[in-house]
């Protein structure tokens, strides 16, 4: 008995326009219930759609070369460019070129876009943050005790948890230390 009143109470019965509309007509084999308009009729498949006319009923059009230098602009460059040689020149957004101290035992190399590899990871929906350096090569330790100590001398209210990941070459720093830390790597010179 629920069977049946569910079967009939869901009992698909699409009707897209009226019967007397003329811009509607009843589909063939499907009854009185469901009528298409006939653009969708006749679209619906590729062989029911109308055959492509000569090009003289269509815009013309003309080709032209002198707007390629608008669009090169919005082509996306295929490598990237090189850096300033000189090392002490520093640029209106602030970047430079890495100018690393010989006698230190690590150093923190630059990515393929030459900026410098500090990132911040948020995790548990923003509430922990961590600050990655990435890119570390030598003694790893020496840059964290360096960076400890001196976030330690910056922040001395605040505990400074550090630790090293050596086979990803990487010192994570809890907090969102992000810019304190790039200041450090660019008075050192990396």
């Given amino acids: 008995m629920l069977q049946n009143i569910a079967r009939k109470s869901f009992k698909f019965r699409p009707v897209v326009c009226f019967k007397n509309s003329p811009q509607c007509s009843i589909l063939p084999g499907c009854g009185n219930t469901e009528v298409c308009p006939p653009h969708a009729r006749n679209y619906s498949a590729y062989f029911k759609s109308r055959v492509e006319e000569s090009p003289d009923k269509y815009t013309e059009y003309e080709k032209s070369f002198e707007e390629w230098k608008f669009v090169e602009?919005?082509?996306?460059?295929?490598?990237?460019?090189?850096?300033?040689?000189?090392?002490?020149?520093?640029?209106?957004?602030?970047?430079?070129?890495?100018?690393?101290?010989?006698?230190?035992?690590?150093?923190?190399?630059?990515?393929k876009n030459h900026m410098i590899p500090v990132y911040c990871q948020i995790m548990a929906r923003g509430d922990v943050r961590f600050t990655h350096i990435r890119r570390v090569e030598g003694n790893i330790w020496q840059l964290e005790k360096d960076i400890g100590q001196w976030l330690q001398d910056r922040y001395p209210l605040k505990t400074m948890n550090t630790r090293t990941h050596e086979i990803c070459r990487q010192v994570i720093i809890k907090g969102d230390l992000v810019d304190d830390v790039k200041e450090w790597v660019t008075a050192q010179g990396f």
Avoid: F, M, Q
């Fill in 73 to 111: 602009k919005l082509i996306p460059p295929t490598h990237v460019p090189e850096p300033p040689r000189d090392p002490t020149l520093k640029l209106p957004s602030g970047w430079y070129k890495a100018n690393p101290p010989k006698d230190c035992s690590y150093n923190i190399r630059r990515t």
